[in-house]
Antibody, heavy 126, light 108 residues
Framework: QVQLQQWGAGLLKPSETLSLTCAVY????????WTWVRQPPGRGLEWIGE???????TYNPSLKSRVSISADTSKNQFSLKLTSLTAADTAVYYC????????????????????WGKGTTVTVSS | SSELTQDPAVSVALGQTVRITCQGD??????ASWYQQKPGQAPVLVIF???QRPSGIPDRFSGSSSGNTASLTVTGAQAEDEADYYC???????????FGGGTRLTVL
């Protein structure tokens, strides 16, 4: 059974850089989209970005100038960096495994995140 | 603003059936996936694809789709189903994922 274990600093100051890492245990690292999602206190889920099976990255346009995601396939790990933190970045950060599949016969696709890390609470405060 | 729209809250009597909906143009191309989130816990995938449940998800959870609307139905809601539910797909361009704003389900 695939598990994601994530870690990183939980208390940061404004202007600092958030760094989180997520390790994949028990499954293949290739073929999937490795994703970061966050959830501010009392609010909904926000997609941050992903790294695809080819190693390419895509980011939420609202965070694009501050975020980077990388992967170390030799360790089955992927990482998130978010720079120039403000209080608005206070949230629980989750890593997740995602899949995109196309059903050619009907021309439909499906996308889902089937494995999630437990989350890391990140607080940005002076 | 989210490209997927959900009602903020829905309630259901214990043992009854409830439908949670999600609307968005991307749902004409992508089937929605649905996640259950209980307080203090990570989201859990409950429905994906046409109407597929991951292992361990009770069969009282089902999904359907028509046009730009996807629905999650809980048939015979239990107290433990009380949670926030989020729909998710890629956006209309397919470039990146989007979440609905979430629906809080209360079981009365």
């Amino acid at each position: 059974q695939v598990q994601l274990q994530q870690w990183g600093a939980g208390l940061l100051k404004p202007s600092e850089t958030l760094s989180l890492t997520c390790a994949v245990y028990g499954g293949s690292f290739s073929r999937y989209y490795w994703t970061w999602v966050r959830q501010p206190p009392g609010r909904g889920l926000e997609w941050i970005g992903e790294i695809n099976p080819s190693g390419g990255t895509t980011y939420n346009p609202s965070l694009k100038s501050r975020v980077s995601i990388s992967a170390d396939t030799s360790k089955n790990q992927f990482s998130l960096k978010l720079t120039s933190l403000t209080a608005a970045d206070t949230a629980v950060y989750y890593c997740a495994r995602a899949t995109i599949t196309t059903i050619a016969v009907v021309g439909y696709k499906y996308y889902y995140m089937d494995v999630w890390g437990k989350g890391t609470t990140v607080t940005v405060s002076s | 603003s989210s490209e997927l729209t959900q009602d903020p809250a829905v309630s259901v009597a214990l043992g009854q059936t409830v439908r949670i909906t999600c609307q968005g143009d991307s749902l004409r191309t992508y089937y929605a996936s649905w996640y259950q989130q209980k307080p203090g816990q990570a989201p859990v995938l409950v429905i994906f694809g046409v109407n597929q449940r991951p292992s361990g998800i009770p069969d009282r959870f089902s999904g359907s789709s028509s046009g730009n609307t996807a629905s999650l139905t809980v048939t015979g809601a239990q107290a433990e189903d009380e949670a926030d539910y989020y729909c998710n797909s890629r956006d209309t361009s397919g470039e990146h994922p989007v979440f609905g704003g979430g629906t809080r389900l209360t079981v009365l």
